[in-house]
């Protein structure tokens, strides 16, 4: 009932920036919170960011300052901006929302950050 899709990631020199965004459909009245998460190679999924419905937000702490989660409500559109990127950034990047149905993922995007 709830699609989310990702876009925005590629490849950027360390010290640079990039904003992904997550585009979400569907049933989006029972999305409760959206967030994003990360994969990086040799290492588990972890959390990035969250946002609730309201638009409040948390970050994993290590991440905090250097990541950003907004959305667009009018765009159906949750964003994360990631600043001064590091290589140990590079990761497959996940969109992420909990809804009245379950957890529901998107595809991801992945970031390629190069020294």
């Known amino acids: 009932q709830v699609q989310l899709v990702e876009s925005g990631g590629g490849l950027v020199q360390a010290g640079g920036s990039l904003r992904l965004s997550c585009e979400y459909s569907g049933n989006i009245f029972k999305i409760h919170a959206m967030g994003w998460y990360r994969h990086c190679p040799g290492k588990q999924r972890e959390l990035v960011a969250v946002i609730s419905s309201g638009g409040g937000t948390k970050y994993a702490e290590s991440l905090q300052g250097r990541f950003t989660i907004s959305r667009d409500n009018a765009k159906s559109t949750v964003y994360l901006q990631v600043n001064n990127l590091e290589p140990d950034d590079t990761a497959v990047y996940y969109c992420?929302?909990?809804?009245?149905?379950?957890?529901?993922w998107g595809p991801g995007t992945l970031v390629t950050v190069s020294s």
């Open positions: 992420h929302a909990g809804t009245t149905y379950g957890e529901v």
